[in-house]
């Protein structure tokens, strides 16, 4: 597995990867939409995918319900500005997909951190990120705090393990939790077909109704 820190957060990142060029993305986990303002302030933004069911489901224990119901009105008020750019997707991540019509320049996760969610929102979402498209996201570290899990890490080295992806690192974060992006390589999708059968979570890769393989 290679690693590769990066003197900046993804968002630097993009900036530098793109340039102006205008860009479609989606952000996983939302919540107050202060990292979702900031997409939007520092990147062209054609559409934006705002993904976040605000719903303390079961699996799920970061914030209750009326926690949940402040950051989304919160959210919704500091965003509305870039009201024609964005689209509110109110559902789990795994039911949103479905609503994404186009290809993405890029996905930020952010979501919830259990490592069956990150597996899924990671893998998932790779059929419709297009070609030398990048998949990243928040807190590349673990916790097995039961009340305040974190298993990003793990999922992702997988995955970068898997595909033989040069994962990227925040060189510039202080804290222990930096983003992480890989690039999707022309090549990806093939490596990862090649995945053990054990890894029952590749078919998610293959559903019949994907729309961008």
């Known amino acids: 597995m290679v690693k590769e820190k990066y003197p900046g957060d993804m968002i630097k990142f993009l900036q530098d990867y793109y340039g102006d060029r205008p860009l479609i993305g989606a952000e ?3 919540l107050n939409g202060d990292h979702a303002l900031k997409l939007l302030e520092s990147l062209t933004i054609e559409k934006l ?16 319900r009326n926690g949940l119901d402040e950051a ?3 959210a919704m008020h500091k965003l ?16 949103a997909l479905q609503f994404i019509n186009q290809p993405l320049h890029f996905l930020y996760i952010d979501g919830n951190h259990a490592k069956s969610y990150v597996r899924d929102d990671l893998w998932g979402y790779l059929p419709v990120i297009a070609e030398d498209g990048v998949t990243g996201g928040h807190d590349y570290y673990t916790r097995k705090a039961p009340d305040n899990l974190c298993e990003v890490q793990e999922v992702v080295d997988e995955f970068a393990k898997i595909s033989g992806s040069t994962l ?6 202080e804290a222990p939790w ?7 390589d022309p090549d990806m999708m093939n490596k990862l077909a090649s995945a053990p059968t054990d890894k029952k979570f ?4 293959w559903e019949e109704d994907t729309k961008f393989p």
């Open 80 to 95: 509305a500005p870039y009201s024609e750019q964005i689209q509110w997707l109110l559902l789990q991540s795994d039911k």
């Open 49 to 64: 995918y705002l993904i976040d069911p605000y719903d303390a489901y079961d699996g799920y224990h970061d914030h209750n």
């Open 72 to 74: 989304r009105q919160t």
């Open 178 to 184: 930096p983003d992480w992006w890989f690039i999707k």
């Open 168 to 173: 990227y690192l925040d060189g510039s974060c």
């Open 202 to 205: 590749v078919y998610k890769l």
């Open 28 to 30: 996983i986990g939302v």
